[in-house]
């Protein structure tokens, strides 16, 4: 995974039942200021999932809450701190948390439209490039044929020459 870290965003993991932004909060700020806390909730139980971010306005103040929180203890948990990988896009264009799952149907049926579009194309060039094979094929077929009826000696001494020596070998 290739994944570029956040180097001001920090992922803390760990967490009570207790802690809520606001106690996360309070336990960061002595690093620096704060741009954002977040802990995502479960759908299901409307708790956070015993992680949440922490975002610094300085690169420096997140290493040094990463650097001291890091195996630190809150409410009776130990947290692991980390910097925050970027979100993850789970579904759709634009991500599934930020829209229902069918709002990219709309750029999904114009991009299979464009592919067939592309496929009937892509069809029609084989067809005309085989019709334009088979005609070339045909004329060159065509000029042999005439090749071995008559050949053209009007243009060629040689075959002058030898046309003439055929006709008193004949005679």
């Given at each position: 995974?290739?994944?570029?870290?956040?180097?001001?965003?920090?992922?803390?993991?760990?967490?009570?039942?207790?802690?809520?932004?606001?106690?996360?909060?309070?336990?960061?700020?002595?690093?620096?200021?704060?741009?954002?806390?977040?802990?995502?909730l479960?759908?299901?139980?409307?708790?956070?999932?015993?992680?949440g971010?922490?975002?610094?306005?300085?690169?420096?103040?997140?290493?040094a809450?990463?650097?001291?929180?890091d195996?630190?203890?809150?409410?009776?948990?130990?947290?692991?701190?980390?910097?925050?990988?970027?979100?993850?896009?789970?579904g759709?264009?634009?991500?599934?948390?930020?829209q229902p799952?069918?709002?990219?149907?709309?750029?999904?049926?114009?991009?299979?439209?464009?592919?067939?579009?592309m496929?009937?194309?892509?069809?029609?060039?084989q067809?005309?490039?085989?019709?334009?094979?088979?005609?070339?094929?045909?004329?060159?077929?065509?000029?042999?044929?005439?090749?071995?009826?008559?050949?053209?000696?009007?243009?060629?001494?040689?075959?002058?020459?030898?046309?003439?020596?055929?006709?008193?070998?004949?005679s």
């Amino acid at each position: 995974m290739n994944q570029q870290v956040q180097k001001n965003t920090l992922y803390v993991g760990g967490l009570a039942e207790e802690v809520n932004e606001t106690i996360l909060h309070s336990a960061f700020i002595p690093f620096g200021d704060i741009k954002d806390v977040k802990t995502p909730l479960d759908q299901a139980t409307q708790k956070h999932r015993s992680f949440g971010f922490v975002t610094f306005l300085e690169r420096e103040d997140a290493a040094a809450a990463m650097d001291n929180m890091d195996g630190a203890e809150l409410y009776g948990r130990v947290l692991t701190v980390n910097y925050a990988l970027p979100e993850k896009i789970k579904g759709g264009e634009q991500g599934w948390a930020a829209q229902p799952i069918w709002a990219d149907a709309d750029t999904w049926f114009e991009r299979q439209q464009q592919e067939e579009e592309m496929q009937r194309i892509q069809k029609e060039n084989q067809a005309a490039m085989q019709a334009a094979e088979e005609l070339h094929r045909k004329k060159l077929a065509d000029e042999r044929e005439g090749e071995k009826d008559e050949p053209d000696t009007k243009d060629d001494p040689m075959a002058m020459a030898e046309a003439e020596s055929l006709k008193q070998n004949n005679s």
